[in-house]
């Protein structure tokens, strides 16, 4: 068993360990104390629930890689899907054909990376904290959604829509391997790449990374251009799932994406996290919120959890060095 | 004099542009400078200051806290289910219990900060998802209407002209200001919070109890989110659970704009009371212009971007590409 674990630290990484035991065990409890927990019923409204909020955390997680933070990730995504959902209805609405998807999407993904290479200039060059301009940004983004659709949601798209958002292939809800896809893609990014070293260099610390050369600035305004473009993702993937678009859609998971990266050890200081860790963290969630759902509690009593399991964690985290050190990656 | 403009740029500077701001809605509008406008500016802008000179404290002592807003929903509804088991009370009993509860919870998120050593905002993401879900699953969303009399009255408390009353929540924000000005201005207690935000490991070597700070300043914000939540209902005469949740956000970018430190050892009750009025007189203004309201947002919050660009930009260090002199503060 030791072996067992040895080796799976190795391949995963010490805090993905700890997190899987975590998982086991909410699976083990849920399923003992409710039957439908382990049916494949059960499983597809997880795979359905958790790709929205997983493509959220990825695109938080990058800019608190960076020690910064996106706070507009929700407001993205709603102004994104919009976009899809303007060019959708100029092109017919329920008729629009593929194409006009295809260009929608486009727009989509270029509005979204553009609103998060505006916040990252105002960041990088203006050295505004990133807290300040996300919120900024949060307001303006949510502000000029509420102006161009009035406060109402847009719907009336064509049918071909619900074969994404609802579609299975080969037994996998098509959102879960659209979330697969873009993990996989932002782990090779962050953990592989000369961009994904230069945002963790510039998260530990921005004045050494300036001086060894690395383009702090232009970095910097990449990294949220990319968190926008992945916010965009999310939100067209949403515009499909609920066949409506509304601006303010989702804004219960803005901490919650926070939370997920937190609890997949993630410094808060920037310059360590994985996305292993972080997609473990946020099964835990969604089983977490899932099993309590199947016991008969609501939504709320999951956030409520949620946020209790986080206090929990960090706290065993803290008071217990010795299995500190295969709970988290190397500290400063 | 001249200490005060070189040590209080940021203030200074939101003064000028909070007073040219005044001054053209007052050639451009003339509702503007009636005594019922600016009563009304202060009426319903006193409950985020009150707020905000709390959130100033925590700020100050390098922290952040984001479960405010939600604490103080908290406090108002176990407010008035107190009151109500004491049959009604009176202002004295309001006071104590919201100032009580308040307290208790800025004292919760301290203990895991202080006593944990969990970082500021991810112990208060934890404590506002825990807070939010148990208050929203303990009292399943249901609103309070049933208050005592002497909560929901009217009270005037002074007044700038015919039509011009100022209600009980502006000496509520008088208070709360000069209060927390004295706290950190004036008393030992005061520099040693702001020695604890500039330089922790500095000032707990020169003996300060620094977890002692801790929980004075989250317990300050405790105490304002208490009272803040107590006048609130003052305003709108009922407890909602979900009404406040949200308006951290707005408290806390208005806070910073004016000009304390996320990072923490800088920060003023004045600038926070101008970076709360700058975003309601923009509001204000745009209102009187005849602006549709649909804009607002989207006009505040590129308000707030120009500000914090504005406010960072140094045309000098831009162009020599030298380090950033403010980005990328660590959060406690």
Not at chain 1, 110 to 139: E, K, N, Q, T
Request: proline fraction near 3%.
């Amino acid at each position: 068993m030791s072996i067992f674990i040895e080796r799976l630290s190795r391949v995963f990484g010490r805090e993905v360990t700890g997190l899987l035991g975590l998982l086991a065990l909410t699976v083990v409890a849920f399923s003992l104390t409710s039957p439908q927990f382990l049916s494949i019923g059960n499983f597809d409204s997880i795979g359905f629930q958790l790709p929205d909020l997983g493509l959220l955390t990825l695109a938080m997680l990058a800019p608190i890689i960076a020690n910064g933070i996106n706070l507009a990730v929700i407001a993205t995504a709603n102004v994104s899907g919009l976009t899809l959902a303007w060019i959708l209805n100029m092109n017919g609405g329920p008729h629009a054909g593929v194409l006009a998807f295809a260009v929608g999407v486009t727009a989509a993904l270029a509005v979204g990376g553009a609103s998060g290479a505006a916040m990252g200039v105002v960041i990088a060059y203006f050295g505004a904290h990133p807290i300040l301009a996300s919120l900024a940004m949060m307001i303006f983004l949510k502000g000029l959604g509420e102006f161009l659709t009035r406060g109402g949601d847009i719907s009336g798209f064509p049918a071909f829509l619900g074969e994404i958002g609802h579609g299975v292939i080969l037994g996998v809800p098509v959102p879960m391997l659209v979330f697969a896809v873009a993990a996989t893609l932002w782990h090779v990014l962050l953990a592989r790449t000369r961009h994904g070293f230069a945002v963790a260099m510039i998260g530990s610390n921005p004045r050494a990374s300036e001086y060894s050369g690395i383009p702090v600035r232009r970095s910097l305004t990449l990294v949220y251009a990319l968190s926008g473009v992945m916010c965009a993702l999310a939100g067209i993937l949403m515009l499909t799932e609920f066949n409506s678009v509304r601006v303010g859609h989702g804004d219960a998971l803005l901490l919650v994406t926070v939370l997920a990266c937190f609890l997949g050890g993630v410094d808060p200081f920037g310059g360590f996290g994985r996305v292993a860790p972080v997609f473990v963290s946020l099964l835990i969630l969604q089983t977490l919120s899932s099993g309590l759902n199947l016991l008969g509690a609501n939504q709320h009593l999951s956030t409520a959890v949620w946020g209790l399991f986080l206090i929990a964690v960090m706290v065993f985290r803290s008071s217990t060095p010795t299995l500190r050190a295969r709970f988290e990656s190397v500290r400063k | 004099m001249r200490d005060y403009l070189r040590t209080h740029e940021g203030e200074v500077r939101l003064f000028v542009v909070l007073a040219a701001l005044t001054l053209y809605l007052a050639f451009a509008s003339p509702i503007f400078f009636t005594a019922g406008n600016l009563a009304s500016l202060l009426n319903n802008n006193a409950v985020n200051v009150i707020w905000a000179v709390g959130l100033l404290v925590v700020l100050i002592a390098g922290g952040i806290d984001i479960s405010f807003a939600v604490g103080a929903s908290v406090a108002q509804y176990l407010t008035a289910l107190a009151l109500h088991a004491v049959g009604g009370g009176d202002w004295l009993f309001g006071l104590l219990f919201a100032g009580a509860f308040g307290i208790a919870l800025g004292c919760i998120n301290a203990s895991l900060i202080a006593g944990f050593r969990i970082i500021s905002i991810v112990a208060t993401i934890a404590t506002f998802n825990a807070f939010f879900g148990l208050l929203m699953f303990t009292t399943s969303g249901k609103s309070i209407y049933d208050l005592p009399d002497w909560w929901t009255d009217r009270i005037a408390v002074g007044s700038l002209g015919a039509g011009g009353a100022l209600t009980l929540p502006v000496a509520g924000m008088v208070a709360a200001m000069a209060v927390t000005w004295f706290l950190i201005s004036r008393t030992t207690t005061g520099r040693q919070i702001y020695a604890f935000g500039d330089n922790p490991e500095g000032a707990r070597r020169a003996g300060v109890a620094t977890v002692k700070i801790q929980f004075i300043a989250y317990g300050w914000l405790g105490l304002m989110a208490g009272i803040g939540g107590l006048m609130q209902v003052n305003l709108a005469q009922e407890v909602v659970p979900n009404a406040l949740i949200g308006r951290e956000l707005d408290v806390l970018a208005a806070v910073v704009l004016g000009g304390a430190r996320l990072g923490g050892g800088r920060g003023s009750v004045f600038g926070c009371f101008l970076g709360v009025m700058l975003v309601a007189v923009v509001q204000n203004g745009l209102n009187l212009l005849g602006v549709s309201p649909y804009a607002f947002k989207m006009l505040i919050g590129l308000t707030i971007l120009a500000a914090i660009s504005l406010s960072n930009f140094e045309l000098g260090a831009l162009l020599a590409g030298g380090s950033r002199k403010h980005g990328h503060v660590d959060l406690h």
